[in-house]
């Protein structure tokens, strides 16, 4: 299993990035799939997730209204839309599968690489 993220980079505060995550050797159609993030020093948090239809997602309470999860299943890829950006944002951010139910990083079976999101104030 690959989960492959790009998108990430250098953005002022208040910008926008939009990261996307390519995922192979699985059927994508049957993992839920999310996003986590880990700033220098800090343990993995949650940061969104959704279905594996699609239909429906959840988001840490710290970027609700600002970010957005999305995927296609045709193209097995899953984005997140990140809006109005903040400096303690900055970290890396990882694509992650799973076929379980949760949001507990040791509930999410497959991770990627990761993508460094770094905002400046």
């Known amino acids: 299993v690959q989960l492959q993220a790009s998108g990430g980079g250098l953005v002022q505060a208040g910008g926008s990035l939009r990261l996307s995550c390519a995922a192979s050797?699985?059927?994508?159609?049957?993992?839920?799939m999310g996003w986590f993030r880990q700033a220098p020093g800090k343990e993995r948090e949650f940061v969104a997730r959704?279905?594996?239809?699609?239909?429906?997602?959840s988001y840490a309470d710290s970027v609700k209204g600002r970010f957005t999860i999305s995927r296609d299943n045709a193209k097995n890829t899953v984005d997140l839309q990140m809006n109005s950006l903040k400096p303690e944002e900055t970290a890396v951010y990882y694509c992650?599968?799973?076929?379980?139910?949760?949001?507990?990083?040791?509930?999410?079976?497959?991770w990627g690489q990761g993508t460094q999101v770094t905002v400046s104030s």
């Open positions: 992650t599968a799973t076929t379980y139910f949760g949001t507990a990083a040791d509930r999410w079976e497959y």
């Open positions: 959704i279905s594996r239809s699609g239909d429906m997602w």
């Open positions: 050797g699985l059927t994508f159609s049957n993992y839920r």
